[in-house]
């Protein structure tokens, strides 16, 4: 639906309107100055918003303009993912684009571009290149987002050592006293949930969000350590700017708009698979092994074998190896710059570990740390991708744990321009060895897994790693409707550990179960040492056996934020569902009902708490039943503090 309302080529407004007609978008040019607003049901969600450039060196682009053209369009289509939680994705909006010229010398023109989905709203700027302009230096973008300071926003600061990882924090819009990260999810006095992000990152800085002089809410760019914010050849045209918008906390979390705003792939990701790992790595967290050479080295030829047939035994296809190449020794943060990312260190060798794998049908995931030397990590960049590739290594994780990135001297935050076009560089090369990535320290998710399906997973909040006492219960209630609606996370899940006094655990065993649910990743870790799958919990390890990494339909069935979180999802190669819930420091019980069942019988396997289990101080209570159900029935589920349940349901024939 188009609504229009002409006054002159000077002033003007338009109504851009979502499919169904319940959202609107309305976009004015005022006194030659352009601005948005949006409202839902006749109600306001974002106020009159500014819009536009300061470019260095330049007058500002975003005043003294007029539409010179409009070109407006309907599109409805279905999209088949590769992989993922939902195979298909609907992508239907109305689209206007403006097309804009200033009204004076130099009479710079660019172009405006919305789109209305039933879901949200999302809009770019796009620069053509034009006699005397075809470069510009980004000094600041003025788009905002004006929202009632009275609502409710959940955050992450941004510009901090540890990049995203820090637990949320619940403000006020008009709190916010700082710049904070996005995903930013917010609820407003009427009533509305909506999150600001961002789709299709490339070759700009990462947008963060703060609220200006003016009390309103305005996009900062992640700066270069010069103080701009993108070095630009034009055509150049922005991320999509993304305000997803629902009624509730949990229909928030079915938004997959930042997939959709994303092109296609162009070339044959049909080699592509999710994976399910082990690994040599929660062994040097609790102090068993080291990531450095000596008596306890971790990343052995040994221990490597040993963890292939462990994966046999298993079920799991394939093995991380983490420590297994020069540069560990001494202080690796502060020595990154020394790693060698194709030389192994003297009791490893990665020829007779990739031929044993290959003869027992396992994949080894390789790891490279670059503690966010990126000079250092570039010049070994083809060397140690095809190092890998000869080796039959087709899965990497990389990461960059530094505080900030390292390049020819200066010191680069992870999420400016510099570090957006680092991580692209990566995935793209790559993708022309036929190797897949999980990138630990990552940029933010911004959907471009739709055009680069060889990018399984990411970090980007706090994972397991910070357990020990860093991590508190509702973390991982709020990462479904924060962190998560930016795509999967590699969350290290499956320690079964959970009295260990290095790094004891604050969630019972049944919610380790129920993270391979609630947080999604097309790479999923079962992040213990085997010995306590095997021999400690095989019963309960069955189920990350069995657990999927890609499903047809994901269905959020009911949660609040911070509170809990309850998701099923449906296998992709079966009729099986899964489902998976998490709670705070609080307990909580639930009658689940099961209508989304397809007619006919299913066998319920359920993994909850007992009625005694506490993370604190009763983590293993387990109940694990198994009962004959349908679409009728309800489940009696209790989730204990710090607890959670998964239920494998399997279509009886």
């Known amino acids: ?64 303009l007029k539409i010179i053209r409009e070109q407006k369009k309907r599109h409805a289509e ?64 003025k788009t905002e987002f004006n929202i009632d300071n009275n609502s409710n926003a959940w955050m992450i600061p941004a510009y901090q050592p540890d990049r995203y990882e820090y637990n949320y924090e619940k403000k006020a819009v008009g709190d916010i006293k700082q710049p904070v990260h996005t995903p930013l999810t917010i609820r407003t006095p009427n009533g509305f949930y909506l999150s600001i992000h961002e789709a299709a990152l490339y070759n700009y800085g990462s947008m963060t969000i703060v609220l200006n002089q003016n009390r309103i809410l305005k996009s900062d760019i992640t700066p270069l350590s010069d103080g701009t914010k993108a070095h630009l050849n034009l055509p150049f045209q922005t991320p999509w700017r993304l305000i997803m918008i629902a009624d509730s906390a949990i229909e928030l979390t079915t938004d997959r ?31 068993e092994w080291t990531w450095a050479p000596g008596d306890r080295h971790g990343a052995t030829t040994e221990h490597a074998k040993q963890y292939i047939d462990a994966a046999v035994r298993l079920g799991i296809s394939g093995v991380l190896i983490e420590g297994w190449n020069d540069g560990w020794e001494g202080d690796w943060l502060e020595n990154g710059v020394n790693n060698k990312f194709s030389v192994s260190t003297p009791d490893f060798d990665l020829d007779e570990v990739a031929s044993y794998a290959r003869a027992k049908k396992i994949e080894i995931v390789g790891h490279h740390e670059t503690v966010g030397f990126i000079d250092n990590y570039e010049n070994q960049l083809e060397e140690a991708y095809n190092y890998y590739a000869s080796k039959g290594v087709h899965y990497i994780k990389t990461g960059y744990a530094g505080s ?77 409707f924060t962190r998560l609606l930016s795509g ?60 999927p990494t890609s499903f047809e339909k994901t269905l959020p069935l009911a949660g609040e934020i911070g509170e809990y979180y309850v998701v099923a999802r449906k296998d992709v190669n079966s009729s099986d569902w899964y489902i998976g ?57 209790n989730m204990a503090p710090g607890g959670g349940f998964a239920i494998q349901l399997q279509r009886l024939q």
């Not at 005022?30 to 536009?52: A, D, F, H, Q, W």
């Not at 004891?504 to 213990?528: E, F, W």
């Open 78 to 141: 279905t999209i088949e993912m590769p992989w993922g939680e939902d195979k298909y994705l609907k992508n239907n909006y109305n689209e206007t684009a403006f097309y804009l010229s200033e009204k004076k010398s130099p009479f710079r023109i660019f172009t405006f571009r919305i789109r209305v989905f039933d879901d949200g709203v999302a809009f770019r700027y796009e620069v053509p290149p034009q006699p005397k302009f075809s470069q510009i230096t980004i000094k600041d973008e």
């Open 488 to 547: 999967g996370m590699d969350y290290t899940s499956g320690i079964f550990d959970l009295s260990n006094n290095v790094k004891r655990i604050s969630t019972t065993l049944a919610r380790q179960l129920a993270y391979y649910i609630t947080i999604y990743s097309g790479m999923q870790m079962a992040a213990d040492r085997p010995q306590f799958y095997e021999e400690k919990f095989p019963e309960v390890f069955e189920f990350i056996r069995n657990v």
């Open 257 to 287: 708009l930042i997939y959709v705003l994303n092109d296609p792939p162009t070339g044959d990701f049909s080699w592509v698979k999710t994976l399910k790992f082990i690994g040599i790595w929660w062994a040097m967290y609790v102090g």
């Open 404 to 480: 900030k990135m390292m390049i020819n001297g200066r010191r680069e935050y992870h999420h400016s321009q510099l570090g957006v076009n680092h991580y692209q560089k990566t995935i793209e090369l790559a993708a022309k060895k036929h190797i897949c990535l999980d990138i630990h320290e990552p940029i933010k998710g911004t959907g471009i897994e739709r055009t680069w399906p060889n990018l399984l997973s990411r970090e980007g909040a706090r994972g397991q790693e910070y357990e020990g006492g860093a991590l508190v219960p509702s973390h991982a209630c709020f990462l479904p």
């Open 581 to 637: 819930g998490v709670t705070n420091e609080h307990s909580k019980r639930i009658s689940l009902g099961l209508e989304f069942l397809d007619s006919g019988a299913y066998e319920a396997t359920i993994y909850m708490d007992s009625d005694e289990a506490h993370y604190r101080d009763n983590p293993f209570k387990i109940i694990i039943e198994n009962k004959r159900v349908g679409k009728d029935d309800f489940l009696d589920i």
């Open 1 to 64: 639906m188009f609504m229009f309302n002409w006054l002159s080529r000077n002033e003007a407004e338009r109504i851009i309107a979502s499919p169904n007609g319940y959202i609107e978008c309305r976009f004015s040019l005022k006194s030659g100055e352009i601005s948005y607003s949006v409202s839902k049901n006749m109600k306001t969600i974002i106020k009159p918003s500014r819009l536009g450039f300061d470019i260095c060196g330049e007058e500002p682009l975003g005043s003294n």
